[in-house]
């Protein structure tokens, strides 16, 4: 036994020397995944600001004027342009001057005093749909407000006195008071970060041994399958955990997001979560004779893992075949595990739905590797 | 007996790589197996190694069957792959220590075995093993093949690629391992180093041609064989496969290895022959076979 640890332990003092070696690894491992989660948490975000924004104003009227004033006085819209005509708004709308355009037509205000009734043309450049939606929700927010204001200005007392009671919702965004989408944003991509490099690393870390032609050497020895496949993987296990850690850290330190839930709980998921990983990047690198091909096959599931789980298209919103499918997707439960602990405070027993369900993945799919390690021999 | 091969074969797919081979080597026996390139030399190690299953056949290395006592065999063996494969990012003296405590053993503990050979590369011990030499690297991977002092040593092309000079010096290193009593089965594609072998199996397309030791290979040769040399080179050796008395006729070095279809071989004859040919400087002495000459007989 003691011998066994005692070649357990020299083989992952053997793989962090060579890891530390490799000049063009580091910068892999620490310095690429703080660089993109500083630049992708401030620029992922699903906010839409600085609308470009152009009106063209028929009317001139002080009510014409305070409309606009509104959008000039709210943040999301930047006042651009006023235009003299449809034409010319048109024109500059199709070189993407503009994003929106509010056209008020004439004898606005005249019209609103005497039908209590009016309507505005408004024109969004939908190429984004995501953001062209968003950009109505806000104009309609405008416009409404002004509705109300006006109202009371310009109406006779009695008149408000008939109207119908109004629902208001407030909505409370819980969890998320501010819907500040970097504390939304930031676990998600410290998840991505850390599946990222621990499933590249140990994808190409055992076809490398294969490139190079020691794995054919280490099989003439009596080091057990198990014994090796331990030690090769757990400075990534260690890796990944790192990174967590330094992740955690710029989270906290950079972007302030509230970190409400317990930080072991944290660490005890993502310890069975890299296993799961591990387990993955051994199963690819089995099926391969080249880093080239790992490293193919690994941005493959990648990229379906990133784009299903739900960090970037709510999964309620995909098809139901596709959710089905999303059950199998690991960054889908570490993603949902890190928002519920980080934000909503979750404790052992709200997650041991996913903590049980990414256990059972994790013995799964190690047992494949293992299993099919042992059938390429 | 070290290793007893019996009827062995292996297919990949369509391809033959062994076809019925058995033979033996002896306790303390320096064994070459001889062959060209895709002869079927590495296949036949990696199923003694235990890292291919033969189609057919049994084979034993140290008393254990390559298939069912496979662990057996994986401690108390040594393979050096015809391509170096240590870790070219660890320095020298770390790729030693990790197939020494991989075999449960310390570099100190087999000291004395692979002294010889270390001495040589522990100037540079703390180099990085991709920075070494072909023939230093030679050196290591032997080093390391040895660190557990196996029983067997399997060397597959061990010279190939490596400088004259380190070939030989290698050579008289697996001379001294064996007087250690370590049976060395060694594959190379050079003739001249056939010579070195205590005995040699030959071998061409997955078959062995002849087992013996190289001296008697050599006395096998059938025919009386002459050196033939002209002024030029390549006229002659068309000349001479236009001869009708040709039985055969291979370039070697300055010379042409000319042997006759008859029993008697007439030299006159043969160089007025050569000279209706416009030739010159014509010279026809009797030579010796060497093992590649037999070798291209064999393999005919």
Known sequence: MGNVMKTILYIIQKEFKQIFRNKGMLPIIFVMPILQLVILSNAATFEVKNIKFGFIDKDHTSTSRALVEKFNASTYFDVLTDFSSEALASASMLKGEVDVLLNIPQYFERDFQKDKYNTLGVTINAIDGAAAGLENVYITQIVQRFNQNLKVDLMQITDQQVQAINIETIPLFWYNETLNYKTFMVPGILVLLVTMITLFLSGMNIVREKEIGTLEQINVTPIKKSQFIIGKLFPFWVIGMGLLTVGLILAKVIFNVPMIGSLPLMYLYTSVYILVVLGIGLFISNFVDTQQQAMFISWFFMVIFILMSGLFTPIESMPKWAQTITEFNPIKYFVEVMRMVMLKGSRFNDILPQLSKTALYAFVMNGLAVWSYKKTD | ?300
């Open chain 2, 1 to 300: 007996m070290s290793i007893c091969v019996a009827n062995i074969s292996k297919s990949y797919k369509n391809v033959k790589a062994l076809q019925d081979i058995s033979f033996n080597v002896k306790v303390g026996e320096l064994f070459g197996i001889i062959g060209p390139d895709g002869a079927g030399k590495t296949t036949l190690f990696r199923i003694l190694t235990t890292l291919l299953f033969a189609d057919n056949g049994r084979a034993t290395v140290s008393g254990w069957d390559v298939v069912s006592d496979y662990k057996n065999i994986r401690k108390s063996v040594g393979y050096m792959p015809g391509r170096f494969s240590l870790y070219q990012d660890l320095t020298v003296e770390e790729n030693l220590q990790f197939f020494a405590t991989i075999f449960g053993t310390t570099i100190e503990e087999n000291y004395d075995l692979i002294k010889d050979i270390y001495v040589q590369i522990e100037p540079f011990k703390d180099r990085r093993a991709g920075k070494l030499s072909g023939g230093m690297k030679q050196k290591l991977a032997l080093c390391c093949a040895l660190i557990h002092k196996p029983k067997v040593l399997f060397l597959d092309e061990p010279t190939t690629g490596v400088d004259p000079v380190s070939r030989k010096e290698f050579w008289e290193m697996l001379k001294r391992l064996q007087q250690k009593n370590i049976t060395i089965l060694v594959s190379t594609p050079y003739m001249d180093e056939a010579a070195l072998c205590d005995r040699i199996a030959l071998i061409q397309d997955g078959k062995i041609l002849e087992i013996d030791t190289p001296e008697a290979i050599v006395k096998h040769y059938p025919k009386p064989i002459y050196n033939v040399s002209a002024n030029n080179m390549y006229k002659l050796i068309n000349s001479l496969n236009a001869y009708q008395y040709i039985h055969s006729v291979y370039p070697f070095g300055e010379f042409v290895h000319y042997t006759d279809k008859r029993a008697e071989f007439n030299a006159v004859e043969l160089k007025l022959y050569l000279e209706s040919k416009n030739l010159s400087n014509i010279r026809i002495e009797k030579t010796v076979a060497t093992i590649e000459d037999t070798f291209m007989e064999l393999a005919k």
